[in-house]
C-alpha cells in the first residue's frame, strides 16, 4: 500500500516537473526561470548555506515580488 503512494507521489513530482519545463518555469536542469505563483521573472537568492571552509552547500531562490520559495539548490543540482 505505501509502496503504491510512493509511486503515485512519484508519478506526480514528475508530472509537475514536465509541466513546469513546459511553461517556462524551470530550465530542464530544474533551474528556476520564473515564479509558478505569480508568473513574475524577478527571482532572488535569499538563504544560502555554508560550509565551515567556506564554500556554499545549498542556496534559496524566492520571487522578489511575492516572496514565494520558487527553487532549492544543493550541492549543484536544483530541487
Ligand atoms: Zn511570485
Known amino acids: 500500500m505505501s509502496?503504491?503512494?510512493?509511486?503515485i507521489k512519484h508519478l506526480l513530482?514528475?508530472?509537475?516537473?514536465?509541466?513546469?519545463?513546459?511553461?517556462?518555469?524551470i530550465?530542464?536542469?530544474?533551474e528556476p526561470k520564473k515564479?509558478?505563483?505569480c508568473k513574475c521573472k524577478?527571482?532572488?537568492?535569499?538563504?544560502?548555506?555554508?560550509?565551515d571552509q567556506g564554500f556554499v552547500?545549498?542556496?534559496w531562490v524566492r520571487c522578489s515580488k511575492c516572496k514565494k520559495k520558487v527553487g532549492v539548490w544543493a550541492y549543484g543540482s536544483w530541487y
Open 13 to 25: 513530482i514528475r508530472l509537475n516537473y514536465k509541466r513546469n519545463v513546459l511553461l517556462g518555469y
Open 35 to 37: 515564479c509558478s505563483y
Open 42 to 51: 524577478k527571482l532572488e537568492t535569499y538563504e544560502v548555506f555554508r560550509h
Open 27 to 30: 530550465e530542464k536542469n530544474g
Open 57 to 59: 552547500e545549498e542556496y
Open 3 to 7: 509502496k503504491l503512494i510512493f509511486k
